[in-house]
C-alpha cells in the first residue's frame, strides 16, 4: 500500500506504508493542490493550481527499492482553473477531478494513462459555489458506487457518473442550525472535506464552523442523503479540516491544522482526534454509536501524538490561531478575486512562473 504526500515545496512524495520509507520523489512545476492514487497501485495523479492533472507511473515500486526520481506527464486539463479534488472510482474505470468554477469532471481512466485521457464521460454540474471535496460511497452489493461531494455552497450532494446526474443534495449548512458557531463571518459553513465509513454507508462531513462533525446517511436504493447525528466534539477548539478512516478498526481520524500562524510563536500546528463506534454492516444509523477518543485511548496514545504534532498537549490560543490560518488560506485559495481589467493586464505582464524557454 502507498502514501502520498505534498508540501509547499511543490515535491510529490510517494511512501511505502510497509517501511515508511519515500520511495520515489516527483518534481511539480506549480504547488499540488489534490492527489489520487490508482486502485492498483501502479500511477500516482496529482493536480496542481493552474488545473493540470499529472500522472505518473510506478511499475513494480516496493519498500525495499532504492528512492526513485519520477518525471511526470500531462493527464488532462480543467484550463486554469484550480483543480480541488481527484478521487479514482471504487472499480478503477474512472479518475473524477473537481475545480474551483463549480465544476465536476469525470474522465475514463485510459489503459496508457501517459499517453494522456481524452475520454470524458460526464460533467456533474450543481454546486453553486467551488467545489470542495469528493468521495464515493459503496458496498458489495454495489460496487461501482455513487460521488459524493462537498463545496463553498454549504451543501453535500449525490451524483451518478454515469449520466452526471444529480441524485440528492443536503442542506448541511442549515442544518448546521443552532450550533456554536461563528455566523457572522462569510462561508462559515462551507465543506471542507468528506469521508465515507467503510462496510456501512456513512458519510463523515467537516464544516468549517463545526466543532465536529455531521455524520450522513446515503440510502443507496432510494439514492436519497439524510441527517443522521452530529458529533461534537467538547473541551477544546477543534473543527476539523481534513478526515480519513481506518480500513479496519472503525476509526475515523481527523486532524486540523495550518501555517503562518500570525498569533502564536509557532509557524505550523496539526492536531489529531479519532472518533470510534462505527459498526461494520449496519445500514440503519441509530445502530452506529460514534464516540470521540480521549487522547490516550487513540491507537499509539502519547506516542503517536507527539510524533504528528510535535506535542501532546496544545495551546487553546494555538488552536484558534489555526482556525484563523485555515478561513484565510481556503479564501485565498479557493474563493476567486475580482480584477479590473487595467490589474490583469499588469499580472500578465509580471508573471514570474513562465516556462524559460531554450
Known amino acids: 500500500m502507498l502514501f502520498v504526500s505534498a508540501g509547499d515545496d511543490k515535491l510529490v512524495k510517494v511512501w511505502s506504508t510497509q517501511s515508511w520509507r519515500c520511495i520515489s520523489t516527483v518534481c511539480s512545476e506549480k504547488r499540488v493542490s489534490a492527489i489520487a492514487v490508482s486502485n492498483d497501485g501502479l500511477h500516482v495523479c496529482f493536480a496542481d493550481k493552474f488545473g493540470v492533472v499529472w500522472v505518473v507511473d510506478l511499475p513494480g515500486v516496493d519498500g525495499n527499492e532504492a528512492s526513485l526520481n519520477k518525471k511526470a506527464v500531462p493527464l488532462l486539463a480543467h484550463y486554469c482553473s484550480i483543480i480541488t479534488g481527484l478521487e479514482f472510482s471504487p472499480d478503477g474505470r474512472f479518475i473524477v477531478s473537481a475545480d474551483r468554477d463549480f465544476k465536476i469532471r469525470v474522465t475514463v481512466f485510459p489503459k496508457k494513462p501517459l499517453d494522456g485521457a481524452h475520454e470524458i464521460q460526464s460533467f456533474c454540474l450543481g454546486h453553486t459555489e467551488f467545489v470542495s471535496c469528493l468521495a464515493f460511497i459503496s458496498t458489495s452489493d454495489c460496487l461501482q458506487g ?14 451518478d457518473i454515469i449520466s452526471g446526474s444529480l441524485l440528492d443534495s443536503c442542506e448541511v449548512g442549515a442544518k448546521v442550525g443552532d450550533l456554536k458557531s461563528d455566523a457572522t463571518e462569510g462561508n462559515c459553513s462551507t465543506v471542507t472535506d468528506i469521508c465515507t465509513i467503510p462496510d456501512c454507508t456513512l458519510i463523515a462531513v467537516a464544516i468549517q464552523s463545526l466543532q465536529g462533525i455531521m455524520l450522513l446517511s446515503c440510502d443507496l436504493q432510494s439514492q436519497t442523503l439524510s441527517l443522521a447525528k452530529v ?8 473543527i476539523p ?7 479496519s478498526g472503525g476509526l475515523l481520524w481527523m486532524v486540523t491544522g495550518g501555517s503562518k500562524l500570525l498569533s502564536s510563536d509557532l509557524s505550523s500546528l496539526s492536531r489529531v482526534k479519532v472518533i470510534s463506534g462505527f459498526k461494520k454492516n449496519s445500514p440503519d444509523s441509530s445502530e452506529q454509536e460514534p464516540v470521540v477518543l480521549a487522547d490516550s485511548e487513540i491507537p499509539g496514545g502519547a506516542k503517536l501524538l507527539e510524533k504528528l504534532q510535535g506535542s501532546v498537549s496544545i495551546d487553546e490560543k494555538v488552536l484558534l490561531a489555526a482556525a484563523d490560518a485555515v478561513k484565510t488560506a481556503m479564501c485565498n485559495l479557493l474563493i476567486k478575486k475580482q480584477y479590473s481589467v487595467e490589474k490583469r493586464e499588469f499580472r500578465k505582464r509580471t508573471r514570474n512562473d513562465k516556462k524559460t524557454r531554450q
Request: aromatic share 10%; charged share 10%.
Open 146 to 159: 455513487f460521488l459524493v461531494s462537498g463545496g463553498g455552497d454549504s451543501t453535500v450532494r449525490l451524483w
Open 231 to 238: 458529533v461534537s466534539i467538547v473541551g477544546e477548539n477543534f
Open 241 to 247: 479540516t481534513s478526515l480519513g478512516s481506518s480500513i
